[in-house]
């Protein structure tokens, strides 16, 4: 089936009250694991691409593969610009059949977020593509962002609400406390839900949450086993996941759990039987933990049984 519009999607998930994970792709493995699981679960899915992404294998590549894996699914399925730098790559990802971009100006001041956020709406809207924008910074890092601890705040409630109501923006990347990257902290990450209930009082479209990654327990035990040195990362606590989506919350960007799914999956092959060299055998268990992970997410999101 053809992909679905962002907007679409998610104006159903908050007001039927669950989330839709969106999952970063950089090739073929990875996409193949995020249709073929939420096939099978009958989820709808964001697929995004982020700069990193685009770097590594093409924009119009991955646009042409996920549109392509995606026609031969019956859920819906959204391809979503995480994270576009400016107008420009904006207008890249409409032209190589996007169906919902992010233009993240949220490092500028609020007149100039606004300014640069509406000249994107206006460019997708004419071709019919939904929007997403942030307010706030998350710290961390993530690709070609990075938000050190002194510059990162959180949304103020105020201020989301004019800021939709001044670019007509179709859902609001929030900062409530949720970081880019493995939390590099000591226990478990604060999440402002106070700040979160004002903000969905205030502004009636989908919120999104970046920098969602759980670095589940067994993920960090495999990669420990095959000799990573990953530190003590610490990820954002599945019971505020949960407690997030009935205030609107109903787009949750995962990265970095897929990232260690994957890596995982390599590690464990190749430490464990060195003379291996098949590269579908290699990739293939990586392909295997990824589809645990997305699993763990429709569950956790509430999305299983939505398409």
């Known amino acids: 089936m053809p992909l679905a519009l962002g907007k679409d999607v998610l104006d159903k998930a908050r007001r039927e009250g669950y989330a839709v994970p969106s999952f970063n792709t950089n090739n073929l493995e990875t996409t193949q694991a995020i249709l073929e699981t939420a096939e099978a679960l009958r989820a709808p899915v964001f697929i995004q691409v982020s700069d990193g992404a ?7 590549n991955l ?8 026609s031969r699914v019956s859920v819906p399925v959204v391809l979503h610009l995480d994270h576009g730098a400016d107008y420009k790559m904006v207008l890249q990802a409409l032209r190589a059949g996007f ?10 001041p609020f007149e100039e977020n606004v300014h640069e956020t509406k000249k994107c709406v206006e460019a997708a809207h004419a071709v019919g593509v939904s929007v997403e924008a942030e307010l706030g910074r998350l710290q961390g890092i993530e690709d070609n962002i990075v938000v050190e601890a002194k510059d990162a705040f959180l949304t103020d409630p105020d201020e989301a ?9 179709d859902y609001l990347a929030i900062a409530i406390g949720t970081s880019h990257g493995a939390y590099k902290g000591k226990g478990r990450p604060y999440i402002d839900h106070a700040r979160l209930e004002q903000i969905a009082q205030k502004v009636s479209i989908p919120l999104v949450l970046h920098g969602s990654s759980g670095v589940p327990q ?20 599945d019971e505020d996941v949960r407690r997030s989506i009935p205030n609107g919350i109903a787009k949750i960007n995962i990265d970095t759990d897929l990232r260690l799914a994957f890596t ?18 290699i990739l293939g268990k990586g392909r295997e933990y990824l589809k645990q992970v997305i699993r763990e997410k429709f569950e956790l999101m509430g999305t299983v049984g939505r398409a």
């Open 54 to 60: 685009r770097k590594y294998a093409g924009l119009e």
């Open 161 to 169: 609400a004019r800021f939709v109501d001044a670019t007509g923006i």
């Open 99 to 108: 169906t919902s971009v992010m233009i993240d100006a949220s490092h500028h």
């Open 264 to 281: 995982a999956g390599i590690r464990e092959v190749v430490m464990g039987n060195p003379k291996e060299f098949d590269p579908r055998k």
């Open 63 to 70: 646009s042409n593969l996920v549109r392509d894996m995606a």
């Open 218 to 237: 067994w993920l960090k035990d495999k990669m420990t086993a095959t000799g990573a040195d990953l530190g003590d990362p610490t990820g954002i606590h």
